[in-house]
């Protein structure tokens, strides 16, 4: 038995002033011109105070940025950027401008910097808005004066690169002086050190004429080495960024980048670049990961465990169910080190002895990570030969596979103007549905259609190829990198060994940009973000499919990070009930395209990410929230739009409770149909019957409450454009990404009309609001912003129908004295009506406010209001042969006005007391009578002051 240590990976956790001092120093290479940079010593300040060259602030509560005297390295002014709480930020910035942008331009950034105090993530420059941003001087703890410094590559079109220094995630201070922008105007690279070890390379040649097929990047002790074999660490195809992550703690490297022809001559070595490593390295891994390889008859297991691991790990092999983390049968393989959080182990044939699941075990026997043996044969993700065989047998008749497939072949006979996506993303999902029908039909021209799509997406990808900027770079060659990834996996067996070669190096290109690249939302702590399932998750869709071939290693460096990324983003992005604060569009965007890499490391027999993808409820959520009308009307939270497709509704079927499956085919066949795509044909539950959810299991018939997020789905029942659909959102949390005005939202879908929306990201349109406004503002009035500091009081589901009651409380979020809502949802008939809402709304302040009470219907709803009916103002809306109707109870003092299709009951004043009851259905509208605070519908009577005490019949 072989052991190993893997090439470059983490030793130990490294916090605060552990890392004093032990940033990269690194030697700028000569070749740069004058300087760019405006007021970079902060020796100018405005006499209002403020820093004169730095516009920009995005300072955020606690964040502040100031000019300190005598704070420099050399006693002179510095900037002093300061943060009292993690969630808030402090951060300012300027452009440089780009004086040419028809061309290439690279630019060497420099500063020193300082760490006073910093705890969390840490402080930095982010370069950006130039084609690939870039995290510069990483800092944390507490450190003396130390030299930032990274080369950054301006894409064509880009006007300005934009430097923002800036704190988040992170309290204490950073100390900033002598920033330097310059020009480079030779053949240069750079080395931007981060603290975990790994260094971001990028160079340009700008003083050559020929365009260079591809890249050796070499690495040396020797300062003035020259290039060779022993010193080269890789070769990238057509690039001009890469990482290392083969370096070790302490040492000082030079490295340097030859320009190859395509006929492999030498057209240019640029300057050398040194830089001395951290002398020990950030370990920010929080999910433990294995590895088990197919090896011809052995395997090769490689681990990464969570930072901070203490004590030797044991090995442990067996059977399928050691994968599962059960070890009453497993035999012990080894126990490796006492002190590393890495390892790897190549077991030989007679080693292995047939095992195909196995367990890495902690101290006091806890088992740690799992994986099962995977082959590195393709296909490997999501393509099984059992899934293929059913497939093939249920397209020949009449179904939903049947019609899935055929809107596949359809859309990939059309060719490329059946992809509506950018360049580079629509040639990419072309490919992967020309390799999926290749697997199904064994026809070898889908195989040929495949590969010259994925060609001619690494072809024309904006990103990669430098012939675009924008500062949703990483998210936008990540769209393309999904697919690429299965289609090169699903039509590699069809391909001839050359076609393998250059499919490789399109991967290698798009994973050389994807390792380098940065954006606050997928590499602070938090992974909440959909860039962090779109990001990572298509780059570990791209390495999965891709290790082991050609110039692929096995992925052990970099495989566990991008899982643990996905890990932290499942584990945090969604709740137990599968909500996501960002909404169904970046719910349905986001695991899109993170989906199938969590199923294909899944595939690859990873055990990290199962559990954590199986927990949350997202089949029972999307069933409480999509309709079944035919414009895919559906219920709003975060920045939802009124209408879309169904998210990820194929990608579902292989998490969805084993219960609750059939009820999900049901819902699934209404309303995707054969619109599923590759992952429906695939991930379809062949030999299923589909199940009326009405007759289904309890969790899918009863009400969904949500108390962590404050988020409260109600369906009337499954069947048809009159199911009716209630959320109630009170926005109990907040975290990094995008985010709704939720607080006491209310979103109703029902007879074939949306008769309540919200904004999606359209905020600045108030009318578009179906919730309180206060003084015209949907939340905090302070920054016209979102607190996420909801609290649910108490929910309540009733039995036999969708139906609850739910008590919560808003008045941080409103800034407010007072903010309190009930809510009844009583989703059975009553009094002619299909279902009806009583809501009752208080609020009360020291100051006088106004406070409009408002629904916003969709477009060409009728409404019409101002009737009194039994003391109660009343209003109605119609569209079709629908009807919502209104009652304001003790209407005294309420303005009822139409402004922009909303409707609003308005007050003013210190407080407000609002009390509603809405019912919904087709045909007449029903009349109610009402005493004092109750109004009667039928004999159903709904007291406004005591919804908590409201028991519908039969619940």
């Known amino acids: 038995m072989s052991r190993s240590t893997l090439p470059r990976l983490t030793r130990i956790a490294i916090v605060g002033a552990a890392l004093a001092g032990t940033l990269a120093v690194a030697v700028p290479a000569p070749s740069y011109a004058a300087e760019l940079i405006t007021n970079g010593d902060f020796e100018q300040v405005a006499a209002d105070g403020s820093i004169v060259g730095w516009p920009q602030s995005e300072n955020r509560a606690s964040g502040h940025a100031t000019i300190v005297d005598g704070a420099g390295p050399d006693g002179s002014r510095a900037l002093a950027l300061d943060l009292g709480d993690p969630g808030d930020k402090a951060a300012v910035g300027q452009d440089i401008p780009i004086a040419d942008s028809t061309t290439f331009q690279a630019y060497r950034i420099t500063f020193d910097e300082r760490a006073v105090g910093l705890s969390g993530y840490g402080g930095d420059l982010w370069a950006r808005n130039f084609g690939h941003d870039a995290i510069v001087g990483r800092i944390t703890g507490n450190t003396g004066?130390?030299?930032?410094?990274?080369?950054?590559?301006?894409?064509?079109?880009?006007?300005?690169?934009?430097?923002?220094?800036?704190?988040?995630?992170?309290?204490?201070?950073?100390?900033?002086?002598?920033?330097?922008?310059?020009?480079?105007?030779?053949?240069?690279?750079?080395?931007?050190?981060?603290?975990?070890?790994?260094?971001?390379?990028?160079?340009?040649?700008?003083?050559?004429?020929?365009?260079?097929?591809?890249?050796?990047?070499?690495?040396?002790t020797h300062a003035d080495f020259t290039p060779s074999e022993k010193t080269l660490i890789r070769e990238v195809p057509d690039a001009w960024t890469a990482e290392d992550g083969s370096a070790r703690p302490g040492q000082r490297y030079t490295y340097k980048v030859v320009a190859l022809a395509a006929d492999g001559t030498k057209l240019a070595t640029t300057d050398p670049e040194t830089v001395t490593m951290p002398s020990a390295f950030l370990d920010e891994q929080q999910t433990d990961v294995l590895t088990a390889t197919e090896v011809g008859e052995g395997a090769r297991l490689a681990w990464r465990l969570k930072a901070g691991t203490k004590g030797p790990v044991t090995l442990y092999a067996g059977g399928p169910e050691v994968a599962e983390g059960k070890l009453h049968k497993a035999r012990k393989v080894c126990t490796h080190g006492g002190h590393d959080t890495t390892g790897g182990v190549t077991l030989r044939g007679g080693e292995r002895r047939g095992a195909t699941g196995f367990a890495v075990v902690g101290q006091g026997g806890k088992v740690l990570a799992t994986a099962s043996l995977a082959s590195l044969q393709h296909p490997r993700m999501g393509v099984t030969d059992g899934k293929l065989a059913a497939i093939r047998a249920a397209i020949q008749q009449d179904g939903i596979p049947k019609s899935t497939y055929g809107s596949i072949v359809n859309r990939v006979a059309k060719g490329l103007p059946g992809y509506n996506y950018r360049p580079g993303e629509a040639q990419a999902s072309w490919a992967q549905d020309a390799a999926l029908l290749y697997q199904v039909s064994q026809d070898p021209a889908y195989a040929e259609t495949a590969?010259?799509?994925?060609?001619?997406?690494?072809?024309?990808?904006?990103?990669?190829?430098?012939?675009?900027?924008?500062?949703?770079?990483?998210?936008?060659?990540?769209?393309?990198?999904?697919?690429?990834?299965?289609?090169?996996?699903?039509?590699?067996?069809?391909?001839?060994?050359?076609?393998?070669?250059?499919?490789?190096?399109?991967?290698?290109?798009?994973?050389?940009?994807?390792?380098?690249?940065?954006?606050?939302?997928?590499?602070?702590?938090t992974k909440q973000s959909n860039w962090t399932a779109v990001v990572r998750g298509a780059e570990l869709s791209l390495r999965l499919?891709?290790?082991?071939?050609?110039?692929?290693?096995?992925?052990?460096?970099?495989?566990?990070?991008?899982?643990?990324?996905?890990?932290?983003?499942?584990?945090?992005?969604?709740?137990?009930?599968?909500?996501?604060?960002?909404?169904?569009?970046?719910?349905?965007?986001?695991?899109?395209?993170?989906?199938?890499?969590v199923v294909g490391s899944i595939d690859a027999g990873i055990g990290a990410l199962k559990a954590k993808w199986q927990r949350p409820a997202f089949a029972n959520l999307v069933m409480h929230s999509a309709s079944a009308q035919a414009d895919n009307a559906r219920l709003q939270w975060g920045v939802s739009t009124t209408t879309g497709a169904v998210p990820i509704p194929g990608l579902i079927f292989t998490q969805v409770p084993a219960d609750q499956r059939a009820a999900w085919l049901w819902q699934y066949e209404k309303t995707v149909g054969g619109g599923g795509g590759a992952y429906g044909l695939l991930n379809y539950p062949y030999g299923v019957t589909p199940r009326d959810p009405d007759e289904g299991p309890a969790a899918v018939r009863s009400a969904l409450f949500d108390d962590h997020s404050g988020s409260y789905l109600f369906r009337s029942r499954y069947q048809d454009k009159d199911d009716v659909l209630v959320g109630a959102q009170n926005r109990n949390d907040t975290h990094i990404g995008w985010g709704g005005f939720d607080t006491f939202a209310l979103s109703l879908v029902g007879q074939d009309v949306t008769w309540a929306r919200q904004p999606a990201k359209d905020y600045a349109?108030?009318?578009?609001?179906?919730?309180?406004?206060?003084?015209?503002?949907?939340?905090?009035?302070?920054?016209?912003?979102?607190?996420?500091?909801?609290?649910?009081?108490?929910?309540?589901?009733?039995?036999?129908?969708?139906?609850?009651?739910?008590?919560?409380?808003?008045?941080?979020?409103?800034?407010?004295?007072?903010?309190?809502?009930d809510l009844a949802v009583d989703l059975r008939p009553v009094g002619g009506a299909d279902s009806v809402i009583a809501v009752h709304d208080e609020f009360a302040d020291s100051a006088s406010h106004r406070y409009d009470w408002q629904l916003a219907p969709e477009s060409g709803t009728t409404i019409t209001f101002g009737e009194t009916e039994s003391g109660a103002r009343t209003f109605l809306f119609k569209k079709g042969e629908g009807y919502l109707k209104g009652w304001i109870l003790a209407p005294e003092g309420a303005e009822l006005s139409l402004d922009k299709g909303a409707f609003k009951v308005t007050r003013n004043g210190v407080g407000a007391d609002f009390k509603l009851v809405l019912a919904v259905g087709k045909g007449t509208p029903p009349t109610a009578t009402t005493s004092g605070d109750a109004l009667t519908l039928g004999d159903t009577t709904y007291d406004l002051n005591d919804l908590k005490g409201y028991s519908p019949a039969g619940g």
């Open 451 to 525: 590969y010259d799509a994925l060609i001619e997406s690494g072809r024309t990808m904006p990103f990669i190829n430098g012939t675009a900027y924008s500062g949703s770079a990483a998210l936008e060659t990540a769209n393309a990198a999904g697919p690429l990834a299965t289609a090169y996996d699903w039509a590699y067996p069809g391909w001839t060994p050359e076609q393998r070669a250059e499919a490789q190096k399109v991967l290698q290109r798009v994973a050389a940009y994807l390792e380098v690249a940065y954006h606050p939302n997928f590499d602070l702590p």
């Open 765 to 821: 349109k108030r009318e578009l609001f179906s919730k309180p406004l206060v003084d015209g503002f949907p939340e905090k009035r302070s920054t016209d912003g979102i607190a996420g500091k909801g609290e649910t009081l108490e929910s309540r589901a009733y039995a036999g129908q969708g139906g609850g009651y739910v008590s919560l409380d808003g008045h941080l979020n409103y800034e407010l004295a007072e903010a309190h809502r």
């Open 145 to 220: 004066w130390r030299k930032a410094n990274a080369v950054v590559l301006a894409r064509p079109g880009a006007k300005t690169v934009n430097l923002l220094l800036a704190l988040e995630q992170t309290t204490g201070r950073m100390l900033i002086d002598n920033v330097k922008v310059e020009h480079i105007e030779g053949n240069a690279v750079g080395a931007n050190v981060q603290p975990t070890g790994a260094v971001q390379l990028t160079w340009h040649f700008a003083a050559i004429e020929d365009t260079p097929a591809s890249y050796q990047v070499h690495r040396s």
């Open 545 to 597: 499919a891709a290790r082991g071939d050609g110039p692929f290693d096995l992925q052990e460096y970099r495989i566990p990070q991008l899982v643990d990324a996905l890990g932290r983003h499942l584990d945090t992005a969604y709740t137990d009930e599968g909500w996501d604060q960002e909404g169904a569009d970046y719910f349905s965007y986001g695991l899109g395209v993170g989906g199938p890499a």
